[in-house]
């Protein structure tokens, strides 16, 4: 497992648990941390073993969004150069930082994300490029970047319309205003709210649990197939479908779920 500075990974029975550990800063976001996340979604969709992954905060938040010594360090980078070199350095910093964020969206295996406290700007960011969200009934979430005279850039505006609908979006894009968990599940953000932490954690644990018992190969082909409906069309969605299970239908995977369900008993995959 690779060593990170700013995240707890640990991985047991295919659950791999990913923590954002900066607590004394709300677990704001600053370059080693971004990179780092990049990297261990990178890593997961890369191990077998990893069938499913859980994405948490340390301390009393989830996450506070970017730091703003990231914010300064990045002016004074661009802030050095001449124009046009400047923007174009701005633009592939800009790139990067997104790519940290598409790789949960790339990786193949379903990303669950358990949201406690504060979840604002680049951490609505973040879970927004998860599966699945869950939170505690404390939670609280706000599309912040206005209020800093930011467009958001690092995929909310992008993939929110599709998790909550595009009215939805604009007003919280504009406003940048908070918004409690109860709200976020009427508004389709979360699946579930908890009334705490630790009933957080176990709920969380579960249904990762009832994933990573799953068929692993139907499991990242469903993430892929519903990942490419959502950018494509329905024709071109069905295609793919077609495409994906002419290949993967006949796997052992589907054989050993048939004869488990005839049997009577727990399936057994391989990783």
Avoid at 92 to 118: M, N, S, V, Y
Avoid at 163 to 174: D, S, V
Avoid at 188 to 197: F, S
């Amino acid at each position: 497992m690779p060593e990170f500075t700013c995240l707890t990974v640990t991985l047991a029975d295919a659950v791999a648990r990913i923590e954002l550990n900066r607590p004394d800063k709300a677990n704001a976001l600053n370059g080693t941390l971004w990179r780092e996340i990049g990297e261990v979604f990178r890593w997961i969709d890369e191990t077998p073993e990893a069938r499913v992954a859980i994405l948490s905060g340390a301390g009393r938040h989830f996450c506070a969004g970017i730091d703003f010594e990231l914010m300064g360090a990045v002016l004074d980078e661009v802030g050095e150069l001449s124009p046009g070199r400047r923007e174009e350095r701005l633009r592939r910093i800009i790139l990067d930082l997104q790519a940290g964020f598409t790789a949960l969206e790339t990786c193949r295996k379903p990303i669950l994300a358990a949201i406690h406290g504060l979840c604002i700007g680049g951490g609505l960011d973040l879970i927004a490029a998860c599966d699945l969200r869950y939170a505690t009934a404390d939670a609280a979430f706000s599309l912040k970047e206005a209020d800093l005279a930011i467009v958001a850039d690092v995929g909310s505006l992008h993939r929110l319309p599709y998790l909550i609908g595009e009215g939805r979006l604009r007003e919280l894009a504009f406003t940048a205003r908070q918004f409690d968990a109860a709200e976020a599940q009427t508004m389709g953000l979360v699946n579930q709210v908890y009334a705490d932490a630790a009933q957080l954690r176990d709920g969380v644990h579960a249904v990762a649990a009832s994933i990573a018992a799953k068929s692993p190969l139907t499991v990242r082909g469903i993430k892929q197939v519903l990942n490419h409906g959502r950018d494509h069309g329905v024709a071109s969605g069905l295609e793919y479908v077609a495409t994906w299970n002419a290949a993967m239908l006949l796997s052992d995977d589907t054989r050993e779920a048939i004869a488990a369900t005839m049997q009577k008993r727990q399936p057994r995959f391989k990783d």
